[in-house]
């Protein structure tokens, strides 16, 4: 009797994970990146490519303890950089521009070889404001790290969050 209560109380335990994943272990441990090229057709800024694809491979790395592997991961992400562009947003009383506002999206297609169900093809967007008097050569680092930061987690939370 006790044995079988033991292991009713076993089999009932609840897990939880404090890093914001959901990933069971014991059938994925390996993650995929391809390079996601920068494909925008409005604007190139150089740098943008490989700091995007070095956050999206760190926001998994930090946060979980899935191996990368070159190929054939458990989890398969690939895409690439879509938007990128800068446009006005308001203008003042004397005609000029006051605001401008900068946005990115990367479409990602994730595969979950164990998980077939959980595959996306999907785009993943982010925006800021700054100042039009401003020249974006002089925010435009800071705000496309913002921007990569937060859809990289929007990626991550769309593949293993699974809220």
């Given at each position: ?124 967007s982010a925006s800021r404001d700054y100042d039009a008097s401003q020249q974006m050569s002089a925010v435009q680092e800071e705000l ?20």
């Amino acid at each position: 009797m006790a044995v079988a209560l033991v292991a009713i109380l076993s089999a009932c335990s609840i897990s939880y994970k404090f890093n914001g994943s959901s990933i069971d272990y014991t059938k994925v441990q390996t993650v995929t990146f391809e390079n996601f090229p920068n494909r925008s057709a409005a604007f190139v800024w150089g740098p943008m490519e490989s700091m995007f694809n070095t956050q999206l491979q760190d926001i998994f790395m930090q946060q979980t303890r899935l191996k990368q592997v070159k190929r054939n991961g458990h989890l398969q992400f690939s895409g690439e950089i879509t938007n990128y562009d800068a446009r006005n947003k308001g203008v003042g009383s004397d005609g000029y521009s006051t605001m401008a506002e900068l946005t990115m999206t990367v479409k990602v297609s994730f595969v979950n070889t164990i998980n077939p169900a959980e595959n996306f093809d999907q785009s993943f967007s982010a925006s800021r404001d700054y100042d039009a008097s401003q020249q974006m050569s002089a925010v435009q680092e800071e705000l496309v790290t913002q921007m990569i930061k937060e859809i990289c987690e929007q990626i991550f939370n769309a593949s293993v969050a699974n809220w």
